[in-house]
């Protein structure tokens, strides 16, 4: 825990002595339900619509921000906490802390055996111009990510994404490993996220449009970690951007 506050300092010292340009950004999704790489949240399994606010703060390469989602029926309030380093267009790097619950007697910020926190090491690739595949490796290496034999499960989430038009892409996602029912609850290799994702742009008036986009997916898994079977499942989100 020193050790984490020692850095947090350093960081916002070095950040303050900085001589580059910096920006603040905040905004929010709200979305018809939640659902987070194939897998829908909350009691009641994504069903009720989220704010999803995001605050940002960006210098040079790096931006250090913060991601929520709170459901309409007060079930799902989660803040996350990450920092994106963007090597070039095609290469980025990013770290996770998410926080699902708030569940912990001990509160947000108690990091020990037993913490209500996963934390994740993500690697991104975005393809030129004349081939702009995205590909994204997203594996939990600490926290409480753990299998029924109290072993850390590292799951892995990887996706492919391609865009099939000016406002259109298709992904496909999997965990790649055996998962715990807290993450993606996989028994192995299993696609987990595979769907279409259309934008578009609602004009109000002559100086503000608003952000629309539908997500239609399915999760294809049929096996749980502990062996039991489980059905498809199909969703379609829309969302819209503040």
């Not at 492919?160 to 999997?174: D, E, H, Q, R, T």
């Not at 002559?206 to 749980?224: E, I, Q, T």
Request: charged share 10%; aromatic share 14%.
């Amino acid at each position: 825990m020193k050790k984490m506050r020692f850095l947090a300092i350093l960081v916002i010292a070095v950040l303050a002595t900085m001589n580059v340009k910096a920006q603040f950004a905040v905004g929010t999704d709200i979305v018809s339900s939640y659902v987070w790489r194939g897998i829908p949240q909350g009691s009641t399994h994504g069903g009720t619509p989220n704010f999803q606010p995001s605050l940002t703060f960006t210098t040079g390469g790096l931006t250090i921000g913060s991601w929520g989602s709170g459901s309409f029926d007060g079930q799902i309030k989660e803040v996350d906490l990450y920092a994106t380093y963007v090597f070039s267009p095609a290469f980025a790097v990013t770290l996770t802390d998410y926080n699902y619950g708030f569940a912990h007697p001990k509160g947000y910020f108690y990091y020990g055996k037993g913490t209500d926190h996963l934390f994740e090491a993500t690697l991104a690739y975005t393809g030129p111009a004349a081939f702009p595949l995205g590909v994204s490796v997203n594996t939990m290496f600490a926290g409480s990510d753990t299998l029924s034999s109290g072993k850390a499960a590292f799951s892995t989430y990887a996706e492919l994404s391609y865009p099939i038009s000016a406002n259109a892409k298709v992904f496909c996602g999997a965990s790649v490993l055996p998962s715990s029912s807290l993450v993606y609850n996989t028994s192995g290799f299993a696609l987990t996220n595979i769907g279409v994702k259309v934008n578009k742009s609602v004009v109000i008036t002559d100086k503000f449009s608003l952000p629309l986009y539908g997500v239609l997916g399915a999760n294809l898994s049929n096996k749980n970690y502990d062996g039991t079977t489980k059905a498809t499942n199909l969703y379609f989100v829309v969302g819209v951007t503040l």
